[in-house]
């Protein structure tokens, strides 16, 4: 029996074990097609539950927010998109409760995040935001791990403070930026400081120079900038194109995410840009969950920028890295509580998790450590206890000089010593290893009869270019060669690079010169200087065939609405021909000139004739037939000479597209090859492992991924050096992607060559040497020397275009190609002939008045009458035969008369053949 007993116990102990390893869903709300929030978000729970030894699984219940077009209600079209969709949030916040969950994670805008948490407050489950929020009143279950928004505007006005700053610009983006500010409009709002508030607005399509030129005009040389990550580098760039980031400027940059975007066109220029930071991204634990969030992407089959997790901790936004700290600390809390049960929750009821309440006092009463630091609530459930980095850019990169806190202030580490620009001599007679890489025409073997040593093996741009910095700096040089021709990548299964990279990591060379395209991942192993030469990624393809001629070529000569008008005015002078010798007495003639008085005239105008009359002057062949009235003589002349100025400038205009040859390329830009490339068989492609094929691998432009991807699924689109792109692009229907400097060398030295599109990014080419290298800011300041005399614009000269050997291309001389003539061109003989055709109906009319005029003289009353007979006749339209009416003299008896008058109307029926009278 106690054995039966001893069983059965362990029985139900194995049974709770397994009945307590439950599902627990936790709900996350996202915004948008970044995926860079829910990937940190699934990663946490996966973090969770493989470390955390909890009773339990983490299950993530997934919304997503999509954007709504902001539509013109009068015109129709997309004015902006927005991400504000209160009703769509409710919806989905509905959705996800009814599945259980315990807690709620969003990082949305201010609509969606008010309606989720008053949804969830009602219904007492947790709302973790990782967002700015200028909102301090909390209601039942709503905590928030961003830092507190007026205790950040008194970190970055200590920052102001301490760098003594008697006037300056403030530059803001929205409204909400002006609350991070708001500290230091209150520091600054004595008498002897100046403070200048301006709002970045932007003139469309993205370009802030307008209002950067405002503040360039002020003067204002010191300048705090509050900007989204999505803009600041932009806003920077245009900053830097108006002049607003010389070396006398500086700011601060109010923006917590500043590290993670590219600062290196800026570290040279000698401006002063300062910052804080939440995220160290040296932490251990940032690189290792950097490295989970890259594995996670993987797995979701997502592009990848780079394979480093150092470098993907530097790109760790602060949105992300707060997710990650707030599953930590909800899942430390649910622990907290111990046992609790989850249940769905309906809207359309009045239920809540008993729960609730105390997991939220739990998250507020914890105090923990995450990728943002020290995470410490006050009682209302904002973070006010937190810690930030200053940093600032010099040119080894971004530098920590500093330290805040919401307890000690500011506090300024050690400044980093810039380089002795005073000591001129600190590179003389040092003696450097250069390795290159034979790439023409960097780096090529002089062509010689008699042979060569050493440094007098090589020519090429990039020889010249280190012989020059030579010759400003007083050091020696030793070239060594790189066979394999490989610039340097990461290896992923042992660490470490490979390449050029590799050497100059490992201690073969001083320093590496070729087309080596500096980027963030490459600027984590090694150091660069300034850079030298400025490009971006293009589209190599065959040079465009001539195309052929289209069926309807006869017709170009003229735009359509020029042939609409001319089909118009054919129809239009025929048919004012065909009515003005209806009224023209001179154009009804007498059928038989023998007899003196006739009975009937005829007239030759018809319809038909007018057409053909018309047409004949049209195609300038003429007609059988002739216009004898002054009105229509004047049309008529009036249609030749309209006739005359169209032909010529079609036979003219007909000539020049005749013999001018359209060369047609199959596509113009990259998004019509990526649409047309299947259908049209061609195949795109890069070299293997190099910049290009790592910037469409880690695009976030959908363009741009699927680029990548189609290389990635395609692995014989790529090639292994740039020689083999240009050759497989000669032969025909492949397109190749290269950097434009590259192309520009290429297309010299062939007539097969040309270069398609305009640059899809840009980047630079620099020398690369081992970090921390105290060489760097000399040769920095070397190649900005060279740049600004023009001595490396003559190098690039020499070796693109002076000392390439380009073969006799075979190129017939172009015509330029004649637009077709428009309206523009030819509207003034259209509107000659227009007033032609009026001033010949008022001649007519004219003519038929004196007519009636001479025939019934001061007989008023028939005179009047007449002319309604006749215009009555004339407009009827009833034939082309017109009866005479005899006129009878005044000595005529009154019996004649009355006999004229009682006998029957005669008519007239005519036919071609026979003329019958019949009364």
């Not at 993205?206 to 003067?219: N, T, V």
């Not at 990848?304 to 599953?327: G, M």
Request: glycine share 6%.
């Amino acid at each position: 029996m106690n054995e039966l007993l001893r069983k059965l116990f362990v029985c139900l102990v194995i049974h709770e074990s397994f009945a307590l390893q439950r599902e627990v869903f936790v709900g996350g709300i996202f915004e948008g097609t970044n995926e860079n929030e829910e990937i940190a978000f699934r990663v946490a729970i996966d973090i969770v539950n493989k470390h955390r030894q909890l009773p339990y699984a983490l299950v993530p219940v997934i919304g997503r927010i999509e954007a709504d077009e902001v539509v013109d209600a009068k015109h129709g079209f997309t004015l902006d998109m927005t991400w504000d969709r209160p009703f769509t949030a409710l919806e989905i916040g509905c959705s996800i409760l009814s599945k259980g969950v315990v807690g709620l994670f969003n990082s949305l805008s201010e609509d969606n995040s008010n309606t989720i948490q008053s949804l969830c407050d009602d219904k007492e489950i947790p709302v973790i935001q990782t967002i700015f929020d200028t909102e301090h009143e909390r209601d039942c279950c709503s905590i928030n791990l961003f830092p507190h928004a007026p205790v950040l505007a008194r970190a970055f006005a200590d920052v102001v403070k301490k760098w003594n700053w008697d006037s300056f610009t403030i530059i803001y983006e929205n409204q909400a930026s002006l609350a991070k500010v708001t500290e230091m409009l209150k520091i600054y709002n004595t008498t002897g400081h100046t403070v200048v508030l301006r709002q970045l607005y932007t003139s469309g399509n993205g370009d802030y120079r307008k209002a950067l030129k405002d503040i360039w005009k002020s003067g204002q040389k010191n300048i705090v900038l509050d900007c989204s990550t999505e803009n600041l580098n932009e806003v920077l760039k245009q900053a830097q194109q108006v002049g607003l980031m010389a070396n006398d400027y500086n700011y601060i940059i109010i923006n917590l995410d500043m590290h993670t975007i590219d600062l290196g066109p800026y570290q040279y220029g000698g401006t002063n840009i300062t910052g804080l930071r939440l995220i160290d991204p040296l932490n251990t634990f940032v690189i290792e969950v950097a490295e989970a969030i890259l594995h996670k992407r993987n797995e979701m089959n997502l592009p990848v920028d780079s394979f480093d997790p150092f470098v993907n901790a530097w790109q760790l936004q602060v949105k992300t890295a707060l997710l990650v700290d707030a599953v930590m600390l909800f899942s430390q809390a649910l622990d907290n509580i111990g046992h609790f049960t989850a249940m769905p929750l309906y809207c359309n009821t009045t239920d809540n998790w008993i729960h609730g309440e105390t997991a939220f006092n739990y998250m507020k009463t914890e105090t923990k450590s995450g990728l943002t630091g020290p995470i410490q609530f006050d009682n209302v459930g904002v973070r006010s206890e937190f810690d930030l980095e200053l940093i600032e850019l010099k040119e080894g990169g971004i530098t920590t000089i500093g330290t805040w806190n919401s307890r000690d202030g500011l506090n300024i580490s050690r400044i980093i010593p810039e380089v002795d620009d005073t000591d001129r001599d600190n590179l003389r007679n040092r003696s450097f290893i250069v390795i290159i890489a034979l790439t023409p025409p960097y780096a090529m073997l002089k062509e010689s009869k008699v042979k060569l040593d050493g440094n007098d093996r090589f020519e090429g741009f990039g020889i010249d270019l280190i012989a020059e910095l030579a010759n400003l700096e007083g050091f020696n040089f030793t070239f060594i060669v790189r066979v394999d021709k490989q610039n340097g990548d990461i290896n992923n299964a042992t660490g470490r690079w490979t390449g050029l990279i590799g050497d100059v990591i490992d201690g073969v060379a001083d320093l590496a010169i070729t087309d080596l395209t500096v980027n963030r991942k490459r600027q984590s192993a090694v150091d660069f200087t300034s850079p030298f030469m400025d490009l971006g990624i293009q589209i190599l393809y065959a040079q465009p065939t001539s195309a052929p001629p289209s069926f309807f070529t006869f017709a170009s000569p003229f735009a359509v609405e020029v042939w609409l008008l001319l089909g118009g005015a054919y129809f239009g002078v025929s048919l004012a021909l065909f009515i003005m010798a209806r009224l023209c007495q001179s154009e009804w003639s007498n059928p038989y000139p023998c007899i003196e008085e006739p009975e009937y005239l005829i007239n030759q105008f018809s319809l038909r004739n007018s057409l053909w009359f018309t047409l004949g002057g049209l195609m300038q062949q003429g007609a059988d037939i002739a216009p004898t009235g002054l009105s229509t003589r004047l049309l008529t002349g009036f249609w030749w000479f309209f006739t005359l100025i169209m032909v010529s400038s079609y036979t003219a205009n007909l000539a020049a597209f005749l013999t001018n040859e359209v060369k047609e390329l199959p596509f113009s830009n990259v998004e019509e090859l990526v649409k047309r490339a299947e259908k049209l068989g061609i195949q795109y492609g890069a070299k293997k492992g190099g910049a290009t094929y790592a910037f469409f691998k880690g695009s976030d432009n959908d363009l741009y991924k699927e680029i990548g991807s189609y290389m990635e699924s395609h692995p014989d689109v790529l090639v292994k050096e740039n020689e083999d792109g240009e050759a497989r692009v000669e032969k025909g229907n492949y397109a190749f992607f290269m950097e434009s400097t590259s192309i520009s060398y290429a297309i010299s030295g062939s007539c097969n060559l040309a270069s398609v599109g305009s640059k899809l990014d840009e980047k630079n080419y620099a020398i690369a040497m081992r970090q921390d290298s105290t060489y760097r800011g000399r040769l920095s300041a070397a190649v900005l020397k060279l740049k600004e005399s023009g001595k490396i614009d003559e190098l690039q000269r020499k070796w693109w275009l002076e000392k390439r050997k380009k073969p006799e291309c075979e190129e017939a001389d172009e015509i330029p190609g004649a637009p077709p003539l428009n309206l523009k061109h030819v509207g003034g003989i259209f509107w000659v002939s227009t007033g032609g055709t009026i001033l010949s109906f008022f001649l007519v009319f004219t003519e038929l008045v004196l007519h009636t005029l001479k025939k019934y003289g001061r007989d008023r009353h028939s005179c009047t009458e007449e002319l309604k007979d006749e215009v009555r006749f004339y407009f009827s339209f009833k034939g082309m035969v017109k009866p005479i009416k005899n006129r009878k003299s005044d000595s005529q008896s009154t019996d004649s008369k009355e006999k004229l008058e009682v006998n029957e109307p005669i008519t007239y029926d005519y036919t071609p053949d026979v003329f019958t009278t019949s009364n």
